[in-house]
């Protein structure tokens, strides 16, 4: 009986023979004359297990009182065995849906994406593959974490919602535990994304993860595995661990790159959730036949939907924002910004070029600028050493903090002149000592030792005394932060900061573009390597005369006379509207377009 439902089911079923075959022997040996009235020893086996099964069968039953005696017997024996059997069904149906509800079920799915570990990302990845699953006829994302089955389903319910055609399953399971693997059936799935999950040992259960997956067979081919690291020094053992196959990213470089850019040219971070999101525009690989042997300059006006930022060799080596004189070869592929790969469409003929329009700017000349940080955190000391590399020689870094970080100030930089000024980071009367007149540039740096909810708080407070500030002195400098929860973005909006960073965000998204296009990890890691060409927001000005109307096709020209690629521009007066800030990117080229003096284009450039 120990051993669950089926055995105690089998057993009763074995009673019910065993009663049914004692009964009709009884009547073949006692009761002959009504065993020939009633169809012989098999219409009395029929009868007894009828009643075995119905008790109120036998009240229609006639024939001598042994026969009654025998059929009655059948039925009270009948009652206990099935009222049993319901019982052990109706508490055997409980423990199975229990145990269900417990996730330690097996997956049985094909191509399927796996999330591996629970954290604030699973809300992020998962909605951004139910937007790029939306066209396909079904899909499905298996969780596999270390929490309860259900409260990981009721908070993606409450924190997602309606998930289109893409069904989200959750188990609960170690995913450092091999036997609790095999519950999301790795095996059979599309691609595997290892999430970091909170705590000081995050990277440690990545590369654990990464080992085990690596280290298991995989009958049907290993799928496409994808994870990130927070700290930079354990991105050579991940790599190791996941093997040559996987991709594995560094989320502390690509936060440290994403201030050093966006302190300089605010707007950035939106323009990377744009491109990384799958609500608007992402990029696209495809081949173009009728493009080859024309160079990468003449595909930029050859698009009516659609625009071109590099090249994918055939050898797999990917070229962003090439020489303009780069030809297509017969195997390579174009590099796209689209909404969608269905909306990318060749132009029967260019659309026309507004040359009154475009401004004859020489090239600027970098100067030495002032730029203040205010707050500490780790990333800081990587921050510094990057915009060390990248600013003028004679530039002004000072910290505003509350204490003094000795060991970096002692350090010798090549551009930078660090200075420290002491600061309680959310006083008003603290920050008016600054003279934050003089600065051009103003970097909050988030609080990563104590809890992030608190730290965005204090960040928020500090925000509301800076800007207000500034327009007392009148809007002297840009103001650029760090955010850790992108819920608290919309909310600072009222601080009218020039951009806002929410790394955890940006590498979530990142995350999912390289599991469902392994391609794109080529892209992106040019895109944020400091060498060769990155994304900028420089002044429309540069590009179209200010009031003049043109069209997007004309910035387009006016970039590649630069040797840049034009992806879509910023307008100044929308920059506080949610949720796109000012940015459009890939706009139609035959549309009106008049750009202010304060308005930005956005372009892939070397500098």
Same mark, same amino acid.
């Given at each position: ?27 073949? /040996? ?97 909605? $951004?593959?139910?937007?790029? =699953? ?8 298996? #969780? ?63 590369? @654990? ?5 690596? =280290? ?22 991940? @790599? ?40 608007? =525009?992402?990029?696209? #690989?495809?081949?173009?036949?009728? /493009? ?5 300059? $003449? ?5 009516? /939907? ?48 507004? %040359? ?10 970098? %100067? ?13 000391? +990587? ?29 010798? *930089? ?6 420290? @000024? ?6 008003? *009367? ?25 730290? !965005? ?58 599991? %469902?296009? +392994? ?22 000005? !540069?590009?179209?005369?200010?009031? @003049? ?17 034009? #992806?879509?521009? *910023? ?17 139609? +080229? ?18």
């Amino acid at each position: 009986m120990d051993r669950g439902t089926p055995a105690l089911i089998g057993w009763l079923t074995l009673a019910s023979l065993l009663l049914i075959i004692v009964v009709t022997g009884g009547v073949l /040996l006692l009761a002959r004359d009504d065993v020939i009235s009633n169809g012989g020893w098999l219409g009395i086996t029929w009868m007894t297990l009828m009643r075995a099964i119905d008790p109120g069968t036998m009240g229609g039953d006639t024939g001598s009182a042994m026969f009654l005696m025998l059929m009655l017997t059948v039925t009270i024996g009948g009652v206990f065995i099935v009222s049993s059997l319901i019982g052990v069904l109706t508490t055997g149906l409980e423990n199975r849906i229990t145990e269900l509800r417990k996730g330690r079920s097996r997956v049985i799915e094909r191509g399927h994406t796996v999330l591996l570990g629970w954290s604030d990302q699973v809300f992020t990845v998962v909605a $951004e593959l139910a937007k790029a =699953n939306q066209s396909q006829r079904r899909s499905c994302v298996v #969780i596999l974490a270390d929490h309860d089955k259900v409260d990981m389903d009721e908070q993606i319910r409450a924190q997602i919602g309606d998930t289109g055609r893409t069904r989200v399953i959750c188990r609960s399971g170690n995913p450092l535990n091999r036997n609790d693997l095999e519950l999301v059936s790795p095996e059979t799935a599309r691609a595997i994304m290892v999430l970091s999950p909170p705590g000081d040992d995050s990277d440690i259960n990545v590369i @654990k993860s990464l080992l085990l997956l690596s =280290n298991r067979s995989w009958p049907h081919g290993r799928p496409h595995m994808v994870a990130a690291v927070q700290d930079s020094e354990n991105l050579a053992a991940a @790599k190791l661990a996941a093997g040559p196959e996987a991709q594995v990213i560094d989320a502390d470089d690509i936060a440290v790159r994403l201030v050093v850019q966006s302190h300089r040219q605010a707007g950035l971070s939106t323009v990377c959730a744009d491109l990384l999101d799958f609500a608007g =525009n992402e990029f696209y #690989i495809r081949a173009e036949p009728a /493009l080859i042997g024309k160079t990468y300059g $003449e595909t930029l006006d050859a698009y009516q /939907l659609g625009s071109p930022v590099g090249i994918l060799r055939s050898d797999g080596d990917v070229l962003i924002n090439p020489s303009m004189s780069t030809p297509i070869g017969d195997q390579d592929q174009m590099i796209m910004i689209a909404e969608d790969d269905l909306l990318i469409q060749l132009a029967d003929t260019p659309v026309p070029i507004l %040359e009154s329009a475009i401004a004859m700017v020489p090239a600027r000349t970098p %100067e030495p600028d002032r730029t203040l940080f205010i707050g500490w955190n780790s990333r800081a000391p +990587k921050i510094i050493d990057l915009l060390d590399r990248l600013v003028e020689p004679g530039s002004t870094l000072d910290i505003a903090a509350p204490t003094r970080p000795t060991v970096l100030l002692t350090e010798g *930089r090549t551009n930078l002149v660090i200075g420290y @000024k002491p600061c309680e980071l959310t006083s008003r *009367r603290s920050l008016e000592t600054l003279d934050l007149g003089s600065y051009e540039h103003i970097v909050v740096l988030s609080d990563d030792s104590t809890d992030p909810g608190n730290a !965005d708080d204090r960040t928020l407070v500090t925000l509301l005394h800076l800007r207000d500030i500034e327009v007392q002195l009148g809007d002297p400098y840009s103001i650029v932060t760090e955010m850790n929860d992108d819920g608290n973005r919309e909310v600072a909006q009222v601080t009218k900061a020039d951009d806002f960073i929410v790394s955890t965000k940006l590498i979530s998204l990142l995350l999912t573009q390289m599991a %469902e296009n +392994k391609h794109l990890n080529a892209v992106f890691t040019h895109l944020f390597e400091p060498d060769g060409s990155e994304i900028y927001l420089k002044p429309s000005s !540069d590009y179209l005369i200010p009031g @003049k109307e043109a069209n997007f096709a004309t910035v387009v020209e006016a970039a590649r006379r630069r040797g840049e690629t034009a #992806i879509g521009y *910023r307008l100044k007066r929308h920059g506080e509207e949610a949720p796109s800030y000012g940015v459009l990117l890939n706009p139609p +080229k035959s549309d009106p377009l008049t750009l202010a003096q304060d308005d930005s284009v956005i372009v892939l450039a070397e500098s």
